[in-house]
C-alpha cells in the first residue's frame, strides 16, 4: 500500500454486518469456540473454521472461506495456517 | 468486502513478528503459576485500583501534575499488593520483573528517547520563533488571533510530539503577545490548548501516539496515516468555530502592547522540513527510530547551518575549571560540572513517563496473572461490548473515563490499553482503528478539564514566581475551568469518535487491511 493509499484508506461508512464470498482468503482473529469448533467474529457476522489447532482462540490466522450466506452474515471457512497472535 | 490477500505482509521493519507475549496475555493458557491472592482474583486489582486512586488524587483533587508523583503512588500500589498475595511472594515479585520487561514497554521507551531527543532540538533551533514569525507575516489581528493560535500550536505539537512542551512554549511567547493585542485571554488559551491535542494525537513521535500503535500491534506510520481523517475533520471546524468565537469575544483592556517581530525569526520555519521528513518516513513504514533519527540529523545540520543553535546548545559538556579541552565547542567552564543541550534534556525528560510506564505495565501483569485482568474483559464482552457498535461506544467512552480521571493522559492511555486491545479483537477490529479510538479521547480529554495535565501545565506558565501574571497583571491568568468549552479541537475529536462508533465511519476489519509489522525496538 502506498503512503498516499494510507491516508485515503477508511474514508467510508463500515457495516457491522461484513460480507464475504466463496474463495476469498482471509487473515482474522479466532475469537471462540462454538459446537467443538473455531469460529472468527468479524463484527457483528461469524466466520466457522473447520481444522484449526486446538489452541487457536486468540491467534490470527489465514483461512480460505468455503461458503458465505449474505443473508445470515455466516460463513464457513477452512484453517490454512496461522500468522499471529492477539496483541494482549 | 471481498479483497483478499494471501499472507501476512512483510516486516516493515525486519522486527521479529508478534508473539503475543506483551504485558504476558498471551501466555494465559500457558502452565506459568497464577498468583492466588487473599479476596480471590479481584485483589489482583488492588496495585492498578490504587495507582488509579493516588492519580486522581494527586492531579484531579490536588491538580498536581507532576508524573515523578504518580511514580511513587505506582510504587506503594504495587508494594500493597504484595500483602494481599497468598503463599509465598516470590511469585508476586517475580510477576513484576515479568511485566517490567515486556517488549510493549520497551518498543515505547526507546521511541520516547529518540523523540525527546527531536523535540528539544526543535525547541532550541527556534521553531517556535519561527511559527511567531509567520504569524506576524500573516498580519493576524484580535480577531484572527486565536486561530491563528491553534494552527500554529498544532504544527509545532506535530513537529515535537510533545503536546505538553507546545503549550508550555505558545503560552510563554504567543499567548502574552496575542492578549496584548487584543485576543480573549480564554479564547486563546483555549486554542492553544487546542493545537496541543491536535500534534499530541497525530505526530508520530507523540508519546500516546507511539503507546497507541504499539499497544495494538500496529505500525505507527500507518496509524498516523490512518488518523488524519478523524484529525483533520476536527480540526477544520474547530478552526472555523476560533474564526467565529475571536470575532465575538472581546478582549482585556492593557496598555503598551508588544510587537510579535521581537521574538520572530524566520529561519525557524526551516523546521518545518525536519518534522516533514519524519513524518513521511514513519508513514512511508521505516522504523519509527529511522525516521526520527533522520529528522534529528537534519534538523542539527540546520541548526547549525544558520546559526539557529551553537553546538553546545545541542550537546554541551560542563567543567569547572578551563583545560586544554575547552576550547572545544561542545565544552564550556561553569559553576557545577555536567552534561546539558537539547539531546541530554530531551532523552532526560522522559525518564520520569519510563519509570511510571514501567510500573504501570508492572500492575497490568500482576493482575493478568492473578485472574483479575480476565474477569474484568469477561464482564465487558457479556455484558457491554456485545455487538461491534457497542463495542466500539466501551472502547471510546471507556478510555474517555480513564483519561477523565487520570490525567496524565499516557498513563491512563498505558493502563487502558490491554482492554482496547483485547475487546476489539473480540470483534476483529484492526490495529489502526483500534490505535486511533485509544489516542483520540487521551490526547482530547488531558487538554479540557481544568485538572487535566495539559492544561495544568500552561496555568503554570501563567500563575508562577516569575509567571505572566507576575509580568503583566491579573488579566493574563486564566482560570482553568473557564476554558473547558472552548477547547473546540478536543470537543469536536472526542464527538467525532462517537459519532464513528456509532455510523460505522473509518470502521476496519482486520481482514481488510492488517496492520504493517511493529516498529519493535
Known sequence: MSVFDKFL????????????????????????????????????????????????????????????DDSAHTGRATYRKTVGESAF | MTETRDAAPPAADGGDPPDGSEFGVGEQNSDD???????????????????????????????????????????????????????????????????????????????????????????VGGFVEGLI??????????????????????????????????????VTLFFPAGVLIGANPVLLFAAILSGAVFGDNLAPVSDTTIVSAVTQDADIGGVVASRFKYAIGAAVPAFAAYLIAGSVMSGVELEGAVALRESANALGLVHLLSMGIVIVTAVAG?????????????????????????????????????????????????????????????AVGFFPLIVLTLLIVAMAQIMIRGGGFEAIQTFLLDRVATTVRRAELTMVLGTATINGMITINTAAEIAIAPYVARIGEKFNINGYRRANILDANTSALGYIFPWAGG??????????????????????????????????????????????????????????????????A
Request: aromatic share 12%; glycine share 14%; charged share 15%.
Open chain 1, 9 to 68: 484508506a477508511g474514508w467510508s461508512f463500515r457495516g457491522s454486518t461484513p460480507d464475504y464470498a466463496a474463495g476469498d482468503v482471509l487473515e482474522v482473529m479466532v475469537t471462540g469456540e462454538e459446537n467443538g469448533g473455531h469460529v472468527a467474529r468479524i463484527g457483528d457476522s461469524t466466520l466457522r473454521i473447520e481444522d484449526a489447532p486446538a489452541d487457536a482462540i486468540n491467534t490470527r490466522i489465514i483461512v480460505d472461506v468455503e461458503s458465505w
Open chain 2, 33 to 123: 503459576p497464577r498468583i492466588e491472592f487473599r479476596g480471590g482474583k479481584w485483589a489482583s486489582t488492588v496495585p492498578l485500583a490504587f495507582f488509579i486512586g493516588w492519580a486522581i488524587f494527586q492531579s484531579g483533587v490536588l491538580g498536581i501534575g507532576d508524573t515523578n508523583g504518580l511514580v511513587v503512588g505506582a510504587l506503594i500500589g504495587t508494594t500493597l499488593g504484595m500483602f494481599l498475595v497468598r503463599g509465598d511472594w516470590k511469585r508476586y515479585a517475580d510477576t513484576i520483573f515479568e511485566g517490567m520487561t515486556q517488549r510493549v514497554a520497551a518498543t515505547a521507551i526507546v521511541a520516547w528517547l529518540w523523540a525527546g531527543m527531536f523535540a528539544q532540538t526543535l525547541q
Open chain 2, 133 to 170: 514569525f509567520a504569524a506576524d507575516a500573516l498580519n493576524v489581528g484580535a480577531a484572527t488571533f486565536p486561530a491563528a493560535a491553534f494552527v500554529l500550536c498544532g504544527l509545532l505539537a506535530t513537529g515535537i510530539g510533545t503536546g505538553y512542551g507546545a503549550t508550555v512554549a505558545f
Open chain 2, 286 to 346: 521505516r522504523h519509527i527510530v529511522e525516521a526520527i533519527s533522520w529528522g534529528l540529523l537534519v534538523a542539527i545540520a540546520f541548526n547549525l547551518l544558520f546559526g539557529l543553535s551553537s553546538a553546545s546548545d545541542i550537546v554541551a559538556f560542563t567543567v569547572t575549571e578551563a583545560g586544554s579541552l575547552s576550547g572545544l565547542p561542545v565544552v564550556e567552564v561553569g559553576e557545577t560540572a555536567g552534561v546539558g543541550g537539547s539531546l541530554y534534556s530531551g
Open chain 2, 455 to 520: 492544561v495544568l501545565v500552561g496555568y503554570q506558565v501563567m500563575v508562577g514566581p516569575d509567571g505572566l501574571g507576575a509580568e503583566y497583571g491579573p488579566e493574563m491568568v486564566v482560570n482553568p475551568i473557564e476554558v473547558v468549552p472552548y477547547v473546540f479541537h478536543g470537543w469536536f475529536l472526542v464527538a467525532i469518535f462517537v459519532l464513528a462508533a456509532i455510523t460505522g465511519f473509518g470502521r476496519e476489519y482486520i481482514p481488510d487491511r492488517v496492520s504493517e509489522e511493529v516498529s519493535r
